[in-house]
């Protein structure tokens, strides 16, 4: 999806622009998913397991830009990725297609600067005029800024998967899955 850039005010008086991700932005793309890996344990990856090629990366990203039920949003600060939120259908059948995911994440310098809220309200405002219903999340147990985030912007829990990641050092964490309707 093609959106306007925008400029949000951040707490610490810096202002971040968010744009929709472009296939040009596939090498900032690739080392801020390696950062934010290694940054926090709440992610789906390790930064080794961040393998995509530039080319990859460049594929993926135009062909987010290019559907227009998809909202990858990211948002930079000095001309550094921050942040991204991307929202996704969970699929085209009628039964599924007024649901859609949404994932974010931010590097750790961000954290605490209204950086997430901002982004996160804007893709739920971009969800609802793409005709969305309910979005839907997954958050780690024990990620207790992400689960508040979420519940001020209006997510519920809805259920839980016990032992949902397996780390390395053989210690498991739960999955929360939880909603937001409208």
Request: net charge neutral; glycine share 10%; charged share 25%.
């Amino acid at each position: 999806m093609h959106l306007a850039p925008e400029t949000v005010s951040l707490k610490n008086g810096k202002t971040a622009v968010f744009r929709a991700a472009e296939p040009d932005d596939a090498p900032e793309m690739i080392a801020f998913l390696k950062d934010t890996a290694g940054e926090t344990p709440f992610l789906l990856r390790y930064p080794d397991e961040v393998n995509f090629t530039e080319e990859g990366e460049r594929s993926l990203l135009q062909s987010r830009s290019d559907d227009p039920s998809v909202v990858m949003l990211s948002a930079w600060v000095g001309g550094r990725l921050a942040g991204n939120c991307t929202l996704t259908p969970k699929g085209a059948r009628r039964k599924i297609c007024h649901r859609a995911d949404v994932s974010i994440a931010l590097r750790k310098a961000y954290w605490g600067l209204g950086l997430g809220k901002a982004l996160l309200t804007r893709v739920l405002t971009l969800a609802k005029e793409l005709g969305y219903e309910q979005v839907e999340l997954e958050v780690i147990s024990g990620n207790d800024r992400a689960l508040g985030l979420y519940q001020h912007v209006g997510f519920v829990q809805t259920g839980r998967m016990p032992n949902a990641f397996r780390y390395d050092n053989g210690t498991y964490r739960d999955e929360i899955q939880m909603v937001r309707r409208g």
